[in-house]
T-cell receptor, first 114, second 114 residues
Framework: DAMVIQNPRYQVTQFGKPVTLSCSQTLNHNVMYWYQQKSSQAPKLLFH???????NEADTPDNFQSRRPNTSFCFLDIRSPGLGDAAMYLCATSGDRDLNQPQHFGDGTRLSIL | DQQVKQNSPSLSVQEGRISILNCDYTNSMFDYFLWYKKYPAEGPTFLIS?????DKNEDGRFTVFLNKSAKHLSLHIVPSQPGDSAVYFC?????????????FGTGTRLTIIP
């Protein structure tokens, strides 16, 4: 089945130690998104790629970076994780910017900071 | 400032009855609305959507109603089944941003009682 796959499902890192979360998709979608969701809160868009075009949200901290080396893969890099970065990180894709193409989500990576 | 609000964190409904999940929004630019369903340990999956040119959209047991003047939408599930137990997220978008910027609510946990 075509899908959005996030690895790992659970990630533990130390305070200040860089960490990378991975997302891959077999849907051949143009757009890939990264969301942060803290407990009992709404998913919050961090940034997205439309093909190779990177779009950062204005309030996304500089500590968060992303790479999309090809259509299938997108990475979220947290350069110096703080305790406040502990959250579920969701990757999503959509075929295009068309409103009729809803976003498809992966199962998320839960990040814990020690 | 929460632009999409789901004021009921949880809802319990008897199997076979109607489930009504509510969502309010404050941004008058929003003109496209979606509902996502999320099971534990899985990512959100798209359920149903509605454009502001309509006031109702139906898909099987699921119907979404939109009241633009009240800035309110609701999801009706009839009849409710045990497999409907999940967290439901309301999301909204403004068409001048395409599908890129979805603003999510905090979710409502629906429990269907057998």
């Amino acid at each position: 089945d075509a899908m959005v796959i996030q690895n790992p499902r659970y990630q533990v890192t130390q305070f200040g130690k860089p960490v990378t979360l991975s997302c891959s998709q077999t849907l051949n979608h143009n757009v890939m998104y990264w969301y942060q969701q803290k407990s009992s809160q709404a998913p919050k868009l961090l940034f997205h790629y439309y093909d190779k075009d990177f779009n950062n949200e204005a309030d996304t901290p500089d500590n968060f970076q992303s790479r999309r080396p090809n259509t299938s893969f997108c990475f979220l890099d947290i350069r110096s994780p703080g305790l406040g970065d502990a959250a579920m990180y969701l990757c999503a894709t959509s075929g295009d910017r068309d409103l009729n193409q809803p976003q498809h989500f992966g199962d998320g990576t839960r990040l814990s900071i020690l | 400032d929460q632009q999409v609000k789901q004021n009921s964190p949880s809802l319990s409904v008897q199997e076979g009855r109607i489930s009504i999940l509510n969502c309010d929004y404050t941004n008058s630019m929003f003109d496209y609305f979606l509902w996502y369903k999320k099971y534990p340990a899985e990512g959100p999956t798209f359920l149903i959507s509605i454009s502001s040119i309509k006031d109702k959209n139906e898909d099987g047991r699921f119907t979404v109603f939109l009241n633009k003047s009240a800035k309110h939408l609701s999801l009706h599930i009839v009849p409710s089944q045990p497999g409907d137990s999940a967290v439901y997220f309301c999301a909204a978008s403004a068409s001048n941003f395409g599908n890129e910027k979805l603003t999510f609510g905090t979710g409502t946990r629906l429990t269907i009682i057998p």
